[in-house]
């Protein structure tokens, strides 16, 4: 991120909501994941890197909200949603980063869970494993496996989706911004406008030279006040 491309994203709002009214992300669930846990210190910081994933979880958290999940699959959901890129190569397609980051998390599920002190049983980590392995790909494009893995907990995967979607509003054309027509959840109108100013001010922050933990805690705080 640089300034000019941030106060460009600034100056482009979506349209704002107008069926409903924005709701604060107060409470929300806020985990950011590792630089050790990135395939590299670059990745860490790049487009897919801990801000990216600690919004994602933000925005999965207040969709985990609005569709009435129980805690436990919150949970699971968001520590899903923190962790998604972590083992990406680059910031292209490579299209095989979603597979990678399943079985490194299966691999490393108890260091994670104990580094964002949550509690996710083992079942609800397989879960979580089989959305965070499909959620770059079509739904058309899953295996025969990642079908029926997908139809055991399909909104664990819909919500981790979509989530990663509304955050693409870091992305500097207007054409790589979120298109919901791909989605199979209702996004409300409140929410767009909601994760477009978590990415100005969590971004606007680290370019001022806070961490990423004080950049996203003041985006929070900014949001809920």
Known sequence: MDVPTLNWIAGNPPPPAVETPAQSPDGALLLIP?????TTPEQADGLHGISHGARTCILAFLLARTHGLDQQHTTALCTAAAVHDCRRHNDRTDPEHGRRAAAWFTDHAETVLRTFDQDVPPPLRADAASAIAVHNLPYDAFSPQQRAAYHRHPHLTDLLKAADCLDR?????SR?????THLRVVIPTWLPPLAHRLVVHSERARLDGACHHDALTHALTTLTH
């Open 34 to 38: 590792d630089t050790s846990w990135f």
């Open 169 to 173: 509003y870091r992305l500097p054309t």
């Open 176 to 180: 790589w911004w979120p298109n919901t």
